[in-house]
């Protein structure tokens, strides 16, 4: 069975939900506002494209001014090195003799690749494959203060660009970081002092390249940034909002989603579970934002139903089949649980696009 999948033209009242419905003009002025702050910094802009995993958006945004793009894993980046991106930096540790063969033939189809490390054992297994063929470039990721990947010191990354300089199929492209939010003054400080000691080895650190979404208004807090990368700053979300980062107007993303039940009258169920809104809360106690309906929290997500609290609703309650517009939490995810985007303007379709890169994982 072929899924009836609207065309342009269609209303969104039309669409069947659950269903992402991106709005064309918010989404260009998001792409347009990043890339003119990021300019007018004197800095490169690169993309991740995990919060939409569509060719179409990222050829958007390099159209824009962005100089290449980020993908997280090998098989995100073949998706979009076969759509004919040509720039394309990995940010993950990359292990494994398949993914390395993989991440070869990659290296040797798209102009140029570069990948990260944060440990001997990345290394020494890039340079084993890298022997002969076209070099791979490798930055050194670095945590500058969030507790995830990166070596824990300028000492630690000094180690490891020297170790990669010294893989003969392997080329040190320079520093990495994903910083804690609000950490610029520490991601300067550690660039700062991991730069000047790669300057007295006498190794070059062409590229120093700071990261994220809600730090991306703040990248000139970090001169020593060469180029800042962000994903969901393209559609926005609740968390984005929250952060302030953006407004309510710069929400290219919602969710719709149909009233499927009104057991008592303070409750409401959706036809969005968490097959549809992400059950990622970072840090809010409900799953998402029912737009125009005040005082509304879902509260509790199953695999196809949301539950919707009204106690609290000053206004005018949804009754069964009406459609309403959820704010997710977080875009990124939701982009993952559908194989097609609906993009629409002024609330009639323009386009359908397929989420290309939809679970490639490894």
Not at 177 to 193: I, K, M, R, S
Not at 213 to 228: G, K, N
Not at 273 to 284: R, V
Request: proline content about 6%; charged content about 15%.
């Amino acid at each position: 069975m072929t899924f009836p999948w609207p065309t342009a033209g269609t209303p969104l009242t039309d669409v069947l939900t659950p269903m992402p419905v991106i709005d064309e003009d918010r989404l260009a002025a998001n792409i347009a506002r990043a890339q003119t702050y990021l300019s007018a910094q004197g800095k490169a802009f690169r993309p991740h494209i995990k919060t939409h995993k569509i060719p179409a958006v990222a050829q958007q945004q390099l159209d824009a001014g962005a100089i290449g793009i980020n993908c997280q894993k090998v098989t995100e980046a073949q998706v979009f090195a076969d759509a004919g991106f040509d720039d394309i930096l990995i940010t993950y540790n990359i292990l494994g003799a398949s993914r390395i063969a993989h991440l070869k033939a990659l290296n040797e189809q798209v102009a140029t690749l570069r990948v990260v490390a944060d440990n001997p054992t990345t290394i020494t297994g890039l340079a084993a494959a890298f022997t002969t063929g076209k070099p791979l470039i490798v930055l050194v990721e670095c945590d500058t203060g969030a507790g995830r990947c990166g070596v824990q010191s300028p000492n630690d990354a000094v180690a490891l660009a020297q170790q990669i300089t010294d893989a003969k199929g392997l080329q040190f492209g320079g520093l990495l970081t994903y910083p804690a939010v609000g950490g610029a003054a520490a991601v300067e400080a550690f660039l700062q002092d991991t730069m000047a000691r790669l300057s007295e080895l006498g190794i070059d650190c062409p590229m120093r390249s700071n990261g994220g979404s809600p730090d991306l208004f703040s990248a000139h807090l970090v001169p020593s940034a060469t180029e800042h990368r962000a994903g969901t700053y393209v559609y926005n979300d609740r968390s984005m909002v929250r952060a302030g980062e953006c407004g309510v107007d710069d929400l290219a993303m919602h969710v719709l989603a149909t009233v499927v039940s009104r057991p008592t009258p303070t409750r409401a169920v959706l036809d969005a579970g968490s097959k549809a809104l992400t059950s990622d809360l970072l840090g809010f106690a409900d799953h998402g934002e029912i737009v125009g309906l005040p005082g509304a929290r879902i509260t509790s997500l199953s695999e196809e139903h949301a539950v919707v609290d009204l106690t609290d609703c000053t206004g005018p309650l949804p009754v069964v089949g009406a459609q309403v517009h959820v704010i997710p939490n977080h875009t990124c995810v939701v982009s993952n649980l559908f194989d097609n985007m609906v993009f629409h303007r002024d609330g009639i379709v323009t386009r359908v696009e397929p989420v290309a890169a939809r679970g490639t994982v490894w």
